[in-house]
């Protein structure tokens, strides 16, 4: 079956603009995770919804960055007012309900603020 | 959740066994070992989980000490495709938290 999958590949924006990601998880999964990567990092936390709330948001750097998933499938990351340190890659994984543990990722949106 | 300790870098000829080694001598009773791999430019992949028995499928084997202080993960006959950054990451069953993959290892499979 399909994958997760995440759009756009890559975005370019300028410093001071407001950017949007998508991500579609597997059908039928219920959890939803956001992640960030810098070059030569691990990926980091940002967000995990359970179905359509927010069961964790506690790896969102600040409230310029915002997510939301209201019918408990597709999910948006929203970035306010980019800075130059976002650039990075954003992952999303999802797992079948959160308890079974494995989570299966997307290949990611590689966002670059000028 | 507990932290990993893993080698920054590891090289393996092509053919042969690669052995992946992971510290997580802070382990918990309910925590998982799991191990991911992340191909240049790709998200993670998983690769296999266990708790304290030995587990093995298509693509690696886990073996998990006795104390389950350490792991290492075998991939029985590297080849170049298996040239990727390898995390292993301990989390607690039957949550939602997140993976905390730290900086892994990265495996270069050499011709």
């Known amino acids: 079956g399909a994958g997760v999958s995440q759009t756009p590949s890559n975005k370019v924006t300028e410093k001071g603009k407001y950017v949007e990601l998508r991500c579609d998880p597997i059908?039928?999964?219920?959890?939803l995770y956001w992640y960030r990567q810098s070059l030569g990092q691990g990926p980091e936390f940002l967000i995990y919804?359970?179905?359509?709330?927010?069961?964790?948001d506690s790896g969102l750097p600040n409230d310029r960055f915002f997510a939301v998933r209201p019918e408990g499938s597709v999910s948006t990351l929203k970035i306010q007012r980019t800075e130059r340190g976002d650039s990075a890659v954003y992952l999303c994984?999802?797992?079948?309900?959160?308890?079974?543990?494995?989570?299966?990722f997307g290949p990611g949106t590689r966002l670059t603020v000028l | 959740d507990a932290k990993t300790t893993q080698p920054t870098s590891m090289d393996c000829a092509e053919g042969r066994a690669a052995n992946l080694p992971c510290n997580h001598s802070t382990i918990s009773g309910n925590e998982y070992v799991y191990w991911y791999r992340q191909i240049h430019s790709q998200g993670p992949q998983y690769i296999i989980h266990g708790l304290k028995n030995n587990e093995t499928n298509e693509m690696a084997s886990l073996i998990i000490t006795e104390d389950r202080k350490s792991s290492t993960l075998i991939l029985p006959h590297a080849t170049l495709r298996d040239t990727a950054v390898y995390y292993c990451?301990?989390?607690?069953?039957?949550?939602?938290?997140?993976?905390?993959f730290g900086t892994g290892t990265s495996l270069t499979v050499i011709p």
């Open positions: 990451i301990v989390r607690v069953a039957n949550t939602g938290n997140q993976f905390y």
């Open positions: 994984a999802s797992s079948f309900d959160g308890l079974a543990g494995t989570q299966y």
């Open positions: 059908s039928g999964h219920t959890a």
């Open positions: 919804f359970q179905g359509t709330g927010a069961a964790d």
